[in-house]
């Protein structure tokens, strides 16, 4: 067994990194760049003009891409050219034990286990073997999805090829367990990461009804689908989807989630509505996005009667704290019970830069401007281009009495403000009666 399992797979990200560019030559400029840019498809149609070139020994982007768009008889043929010059290459000989499981050639297997000198591959251990034994095809699936699984939430904007190792390892999970819809999904999110909403879309369409994934795999449908052809088209999308599930709450909530992110709130509220008539004591969620429809619409009243009703059917959700108490205190009404909630909601949720916007807000409105400005600090650090915390550490400093700064920090704000931030025009007259403008 592996010792240190995490620096096994920092070790085995960074020689991916390293092996995925080995060629030098020029000819493969294009191919690189394609498989840097995630174009799979270009790499493969650049395998299959440059055959005859005879310098070219390196086919790891062809190995990786095939692999990944599921092109599993050109991933074995490439393997084998690979391994004719290369036979110790990790990722080839990965493929090729794949196919062997799947073929149930235990013989094959083991041979692919040793390397030239009769050492066994730490990975290849883990992944197929239990002392000594081979795994089950569901255990090999799932070796395979663990080191995606360490690996998931490690990307380095400096190391874009990672999405490519993470999609190589779950299409070889998928590969021996088609039924491993974990890793399915999975890939389904990764092809989203990389912008690739139509292959996406096909991978989560292999996920049948009866699995746990099924519902966020429709809804990641839906969401590729505006992705490309805007909210315009997505509405009969959905429909569809929802028509053919019509008894699913979750499948019909979809349509109520995309006319409250398209801001067509009456749609949504009303879609919301009949679902909580369906079920009204168990849909603490759906109160609180319904509360959020209305509070979008200017209807704070109705609003705060959702945001209370979801607290009374689940306490302490930290989302509904935060934004029950954040409305009160924006309108400058109970003060003192909306820190509170705050308190308690960050505490529950330190990692939210939202929550501990809203709990500095609220020292702000207790005029505790010292501490207001060392937790607002903290927001910033956490995400520094955040309009809204910026714009509020200015008014912050402003009321410290560090008026440079505020002024400063205002105009960041105002610069980096999203149309759905509506702060603009309030920051620009901020600057104008401070003559800072």
């Known amino acids: 067994m592996i010792k240190n399992f995490k620096i096994f797979i920092y070790s085995l990200i960074l020689l991916f990194s390293k092996t995925i560019f080995a060629s030098s030559s020029a000819s493969f400029l294009i191919t690189q760049t394609a498989f840097n840019n995630y174009d799979f498809e270009q790499v493969l149609y650049e395998y299959s003009s440059e055959e005859n070139i005879k310098y070219r020994n390196d086919y790891l982007d062809e190995l990786i891409s095939a692999v990944i768009t ?8 490439i393997s084998k050219k690979i391994l004719l010059t290369d036979p110790n290459n990790q990722e080839a000989k990965l493929l090729m034990m794949v196919k062997s499981i799947n073929a149930n050639n235990d013989q094959e297997l083991e041979s692919l286990r040793f390397d030239k000198n009769n050492q066994k591959n730490d990975l290849f251990e883990f992944i197929f073997f239990l002392n000594e034994k081979i795994k089950s095809k569901k255990d090999i699936s799932n070796s395979f999805l663990e080191i995606v699984r360490s690996s998931y939430t490690k990307q380095s904007t400096n190391y874009s090829q990672n999405y490519n190792f993470l ?72 429909k569809v989807i929802v028509k053919n599930n019509n008894e699913d709450y979750e499948i019909t909530k979809i349509l109520a989630d995309f006319y409250r992110i398209e801001k067509k709130y009456d749609l949504a509220i009303k879609i919301y509505s009949d679902l909580i008539k369906e079920n009204p004591n168990d849909l603490w969620y759906t109160y609180y996005l319904r509360g959020i429809c209305y509070e979008q619409s200017d209807n704070w009243d109705m609003a705060e009667l959702d945001f209370l009703q979801s607290l009374k059917i689940k306490r302490n ?14 309108r400058d009404i109970r003060i003192d019970e909306s820190f509170v909630m705050l308190t308690e909601a960050y505490e529950a949720n330190p990692d939210s830069h ?84």
Do not use: C
Request: without cysteine.
């Open 70 to 77: 599921e092109n599993i008889i050109l991933a074995e043929k």
């Open 167 to 238: 999609l190589f390892y779950t299409s070889l999970a998928a590969l021996v367990n088609e039924k491993n819809y974990e890793a399915i999904f999975i890939k389904g999110q990764l092809l989203q990461m990389i912008d690739d909403y139509f292959f996406a879309e096909t991978t989560y369409q292999k996920i049948p009804e009866e699995s746990d994934y099924f519902i966020d795999a429709q809804r990641n449908i839906a969401f590729n689908y505006s992705q490309e052809n805007g909210f315009d088209n997505v509405e009969n999308k959905i």
């Open 317 to 330: 959700s930290p989302n509904v704290l935060n934004y029950l108490a954040y409305g009160w205190i924006e």
């Open 354 to 437: 939202y929550i501990l916007d809203s709990l500095a807000w609220a020292y702000f409105k207790k005029k505790d401007y010292v501490k207001a400005a060392e937790l607002m600090e903290e927001v910033i650090d956490m995400v520094p281009g955040e309009a809204v915390s910026l714009d509020h550490l200015g008014d912050i400093y402003f009321a410290m009495n560090r008026k440079r700064e505020a002024v400063y920090f205002w105009r960041q704000a105002k610069d980096l403000a999203k149309p759905e931030d509506e702060i603009s025009d309030k920051i620009q007259m901020k600057l104008k009666e401070y003559d800072a403008s």
